[in-house]
């Protein structure tokens, strides 16, 4: 028998590797980490107990105590905080904005790290692979996955496509209301991984000129070209 499938996928916001993730475990019947949810939760967290974003040390001991259940369903990814369902919270425009002050602090990311790397060696084992997502994945958290991956996209077509999610429409006006969503939170985080440019050994993906499909096949290649039997 081999060895447990798994896929490390990073990227940046807007280049649609979430959704591509998910729709990607699902055919292959694997489980699924949105590590993105993970620090998301922990803002959550943070903001519900009045923990100051500026205070790294605050921070971190909130992440240290931090009480997260997180679906690896890719059909069913609900995250708790403390028994609170927060899956519509963690996306709101109010954790987005302030997520890269959670997400920079080292001693957080030091955390979280172990903590994706064992969830990943967790639900690999009980889901048979896993398909991970994030900043860093590629890079710290498994850099000796099977498959390596990064999904990328131009900033005009990340910035349309969040633009879309989050108003309804890529109009100018729209797409200038999104940019800090992209540009400002790529630019905090890339202080703290390397996700737009591919590592050694990493494939990276275009889906700019890519609909959700094809983005779904070109990943799914990808992995057959590493894994010819999933
Ligand atoms: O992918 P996302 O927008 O849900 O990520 C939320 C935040 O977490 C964003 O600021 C980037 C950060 N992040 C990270 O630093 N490392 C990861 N592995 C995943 C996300």
Request: glycine content about 6%; proline content about 3%.
């Amino acid at each position: 028998m081999s060895a447990p499938l798994v896929v490390a996928v990073d990227g940046p916001s807007g280049s649609g590797k979430s959704s591509v993730s998910k729709a990607v475990a699902t055919q292959l019947g694997v489980g699924y980490l949105d590590t993105g949810a993970m620090y998301r939760a922990l803002t959550v967290h943070c903001l519900h107990h009045e923990v100051p974003l500026g205070d790294a040390e605050a921070i971190t001991a909130a992440a240290e105590d931090f009480p997260l259940m997180i679906g690896t369903d890719p059909d069913a990814v609900d995250v708790l905080v403390g028994g609170r369902n927060v899956t519509e919270q963690i996306r709101s425009s109010e954790v987005s904005s302030v997520v890269s002050k959670v997400a920079t602090v080292p001693a957080v990311r030091e955390l979280m790290r172990r903590l994706q790397r064992e969830m990943m060696d967790d639900i690999a084992e009980t889901a048979g692979g896993v398909v991970a997502e994030g900043r860093d994945i590629t890079t710290v958290v498994y850099p000796d996955a099977t498959v390596r991956l990064l999904v990328t996209a131009s900033e005009e077509a990340r910035l349309a496509r969040r633009s879309k999610e989050l108003h309804g429409h890529a109009e100018a006006d729209a797409v200038e209301a999104t940019r800090d969503q992209i540009v400002r939170r790529d630019a905090e985080d890339s202080t703290v991984s390397q996700f737009t440019t591919a590592a050694d050994g990493v494939i990276t993906i275009d889906t700019s000129d890519l609909d959700f499909d094809q983005s779904v096949q070109a990943v799914l290649a990808a992995i057959r070209s590493v894994r010819p039997e999933v």
